[in-house]
Nanobody, 118 residues
Framework: QVQLVESGGGLVQPGGSLRVSCVAS????????MGWYRQAPGKQRELLAA???????VYADSVKGRFTISRDNAKNTVYLQMNNLEPEDTAVYYC????????????WGQGTQVTVSS
């Protein structure tokens, strides 16, 4: 069984930085994609960034230039470095693992709260 555990959320002032991490455990097949999403109160969950096991990345326009996704395949860990944070970045941040063999399957973490406030 695959489990994802996020960590690193917290309270940060506007303009500050934070790095969140997500560790995947269990039987994890490659290739796979790992991504970060967020959901603010009253809003839909949105994709922020994703990285394939080969290293290809995609970003939402709203975070390009401020957020950087990376992964350590040996540790089954994905990171999201967030810089120049704004109050609008306040949300619960979730990671997702997508595997493609033997069939497509998606796994989610429980989320970590990020609050940007002075």
């Amino acid at each position: 069984q695959v489990q994802l555990v996020e960590s690193g959320g917290g309270l940060v002032q506007p303009g500050g930085s934070l790095r969140v991490s997500c560790v995947a455990s269990g039987s994890i097949r490659r290739p796979n994609d790992m991504g970060w999403y967020r959901q603010a109160p009253g809003k839909q969950r949105e994709l922020l960034a994703a990285v394939a096991s080969g290293g290809t990345t995609v970003y939402a326009d709203s975070v390009k230039g401020r957020f950087t996704i990376s992964r350590d395949n040996a540790k089954n860990t994905v990171y999201l470095q967030m810089n120049n944070l704004e109050p609008e970045d306040t949300a619960v941040y979730y990671c997702k693992l997508t595997v493609f063999t033997p069939r497509r399957a998606e796994y989610w973490g429980q989320g970590t709260q990020v609050t940007v406030s002075s």
